[in-house]
């Protein structure tokens, strides 16, 4: 742990880098496509593509501490060792921006199975309602949750609290743009809990949205607005 005194001058991402499971993606492309995801005038059709690109690359950095084992492989001209997979990850997108994350991760990892959780947040308290649940078994597993936006941090801690309590053994969120204000609070109720995202934005306004973020992400998707 470092000194007090040289822990308080840190800027506000390491603190909560050093204090809490959080990986902010610095990769050049990332912040590419966060422009044209935060520019209003985007389209539909080109802000799903680049949730799509953005999402690949969030789930690659997730993917590096999956579990692996190794795996004899014939190549043209030997046999050599390999790597493969341990089987058991499920990814679970909280409804429904979560879906527009998904397919990158199907991807990458086509043996994952796909759990999903509805969670709506109520404008008057920003406290999340659970209205659908579909799980596969989760007992044991390595879990991940698909949620672009982390603001409050009250569904990513709700969708938690369901998995945990299945009997899920490790959890990770995986969002595009997440708040300071999110981050401790899902941390602070999920201290095992690791969060990937491609920003770390300023703070939340008084109506709970993130500054400088990028609108209501699923409106946004699916053309709703």
């Given at each position: 742990m470092l000194p007090a005194d040289l822990y308080a001058r840190l800027p506000l991402l390491e603190r909560?880098?050093?204090?809490?499971?959080?990986?902010?993606?610095?990769h050049a492309l990332a912040g590419v496509v966060l422009t044209g995801l935060r520019d209003k005038t985007?389209?539909?059709?080109?802000?799903?593509?680049?949730?799509?690109?953005?999402?690949?690359i969030i789930a690659v950095e997730a993917a590096r501490t999956l579990p692996t084992h190794t795996v004899s492989v014939d190549t043209p001209l030997e046999l050599t060792?390999?790597?493969?997979?341990?089987v058991g990850l499920i990814?679970?997108?909280?409804?429904?921006?979560?879906?527009?994350?998904l397919e990158s991760v199907l991807d990458l990892i086509p043996e994952a199975r796909v759990g999903y959780l509805g969670l709506e947040r109520s404008e008057d308290t920003a406290e999340a309602g659970l209205y659908y649940s579909k799980l596969p078994d989760v007992f044991?597993?390595?879990?991940?949750?698909?949620?672009?936006?982390l603001?409050?941090?009250?569904s990513a801690s709700r969708a938690a609290s369901i998995l945990y309590h299945a009997g899920a053994r490790h959890v990770s969120l995986l969002c595009i743009v997440?708040?300071?204000?999110?981050?401790?609070?899902?941390?602070?109720?999920?201290?095992?809990?690791?969060i990937i995202t491609a920003s770390l934005d300023r703070?939340?306004?008084?109506?709970?949205?993130?500054?400088p973020g990028l609108g209501d992400f699923g409106d946004r998707l699916f053309g709703t607005t």
């Amino acid at each position: 742990m470092l000194p007090a005194d040289l822990y308080a001058r840190l800027p506000l991402l390491e603190r909560l880098e050093i204090e809490m499971g959080l990986t902010v993606i610095d990769h050049a492309l990332a912040g590419v496509v966060l422009t044209g995801l935060r520019d209003k005038t985007t389209p539909p059709a080109t802000f799903r593509h680049l949730t799509k690109t953005v999402s690949t690359i969030i789930a690659v950095e997730a993917a590096r501490t999956l579990p692996t084992h190794t795996v004899s492989v014939d190549t043209p001209l030997e046999l050599t060792s390999g790597k493969a997979l341990e089987v058991g990850l499920i990814t679970v997108p909280i409804l429904r921006a979560g879906l527009g994350m998904l397919e990158s991760v199907l991807d990458l990892i086509p043996e994952a199975r796909v759990g999903y959780l509805g969670l709506e947040r109520s404008e008057d308290t920003a406290e999340a309602g659970l209205y659908y649940s579909k799980l596969p078994d989760v007992f044991g597993k390595t879990v991940w949750m698909l949620d672009p936006m982390l603001a409050t941090g009250g569904s990513a801690s709700r969708a938690a609290s369901i998995l945990y309590h299945a009997g899920a053994r490790h959890v990770s969120l995986l969002c595009i743009v997440a708040a300071p204000e999110g981050v401790a609070f899902l941390t602070a109720n999920h201290p095992d809990l690791h969060i990937i995202t491609a920003s770390l934005d300023r703070e939340l306004n008084g109506k709970k949205y993130i500054l400088p973020g990028l609108g209501d992400f699923g409106d946004r998707l699916f053309g709703t607005t």
